[in-house]
């Protein structure tokens, strides 16, 4: 059973940063592309960010290059994402998801983790 709890989230200004967390079961770490989303209320879940186990290659969604970094500690499980300039459209709960696959759709991924509510004031 693949496990993932996301951590870190909370209320910040806007420019303010924040970085969340996501452990996973060393199981699901050591096979899978993990990666970040968010869902704002009354829209689509979208791609943030991902990274690659073997190689550590990363993709960014356009509206956050230059501002949020994924990477990721193998020895501790873990997958962070460091938002910095953060801006109230950024307000969303962010989802930490696992995938067979190095993708970008909410379809690729197979197994999520509960969410962490991020809100960001004007």
């Known amino acids: 059973q693949v496990q993932l709890v996301e951590s870190g989230g909370g209320l910040v200004q806007a420019g303010g940063s924040l970085r969340l967390s996501c452990a996973a079961s060393?199981?699901?770490?050591?096979?899978?592309?993990m990666g970040w989303f968010r869902q704002a209320p009354g829209k689509e879940r979208e791609f943030v960010a991902s990274?690659?186990?073997?190689?550590?290659?990363?993709s960014y969604a356009d509206s956050v290059k230059g501002r949020f970094t994924i990477s990721r500690d193998s020895a501790k499980i873990t997958v962070y994402l460091q938002m910095n300039s953060l801006k109230p459209e950024d307000t969303a709960v962010y989802y930490c998801?696992?995938?067979?696959?190095?993708?970008?759709?909410?379809?690729?991924?197979?197994?999520w983790g509960q969410g962490t509510q991020v809100t960001v004031s004007s």
């Open positions: 060393e199981r699901t770490f050591s096979t899978y592309t």
């Open positions: 998801a696992v995938s067979a696959v190095r993708g970008s759709l909410v379809s690729e991924y197979d197994y």
């Open positions: 990274i690659t186990r073997i190689t550590g290659r990363t």
